[in-house]
């Protein structure tokens, strides 16, 4: 069975300062991975995804993520945070295999201090 | 690419009544959508999966009864809550699927009264 666990239901950081989100999947076959973003009362837009090509995936709006199959995890970072990127974020895995079946993590709030 | 809109975006009703949300694929056909529901500061709980010309699929415990789901072109599903009660109150979300990924609508503010 798949399973996505976020550690950190709540994260804040500075504004300039590093963005970390931490992502850890559970999957018997080759998983494809997925990050999320939520604004208040509006719908999940993709950030970005794992499709097993490249194992460090550039996204929309200065955001990257690693796949790291030995550590069975896929983080979210941003060099520098910026006060729009205040939101909650969800890490969501599928199997190539069964594209309709996805699994979402529990989310993580993001607050940047100014 | 990849649009999805949803109709309406927020929408208030008397108990006992029926409430349709539409989800639209605005760039693209989609043969497989899906309804989802997300209580505040919570993930998202699929709701049922639909498949345009057939059946949709209910997750355990969602009443098929309750929220009609019709997917009737490659476009455009739309979920009715019928009878709707203040505990049906909620975000409603529809996603599509293109090729691999889901693409999500901007959700569907419910609140029964």
């Known amino acids: 069975a798949q399973s996505v666990t976020q550690l950190g239901s709540h994260v804040s950081v500075s504004e300039g300062a590093l963005v970390l989100l931490r992502c850890n999947y559970s999957?018997?076959?080759?998983?494809?991975l997925f990050w999320y973003v939520q604004y208040p009362n509006q719908g999940l837009q993709l950030l970005l995804k794992?499709?097993?090509?490249?194992?460090l995936v550039k996204g929309i709006n200065g955001f990257e993520a690693e796949f790291k199959k030995s550590e069975t995890s896929f983080h979210l970072t941003k060099p520098s945070a910026h006060m729009s990127d205040a939101a909650e974020y969800f890490c969501a895995v599928t199997m190539k295999t069964s594209y309709d079946k996805v699994i979402f993590g529990p989310g993580t709030s993001l607050s940047v201090i100014p | 690419g990849a649009v999805v809109s949803q109709h309406p975006s927020r929408v208030i009703c008397k108990s006992g009544t029926s409430v349709k949300i539409e989800c639209r694929s605005l760039d693209f056909q989609a043969t497989t959508m899906f309804w989802y529901r997300q209580f505040p500061k919570q993930s998202l709980m699929l709701m049922a999966t639909?498949?345009?010309?057939?059946?949709?699929?209910?997750e355990q415990g969602v009443e098929k009864d309750k929220f009609l789901i019709n997917h009737a072109s490659l476009t455009l599903s739309t979920l009715t809550v019928t009878s709707a009660h203040p505990e049906d109150s909620s975000f409603y979300i529809c996603?599509?699927?293109?090729?691999?990924?889901?693409?999500f609508g901007p959700g569907t503010r419910l609140t029964v009264l």
């Open positions: 999957s018997s076959v080759p998983p494809y």
């Open positions: 639909s498949n345009e010309g057939s059946k949709a699929t209910y």
């Open positions: 996603s599509a699927r293109y090729t691999d990924t889901q693409y």
């Open positions: 794992y499709t097993s090509a490249a194992t």
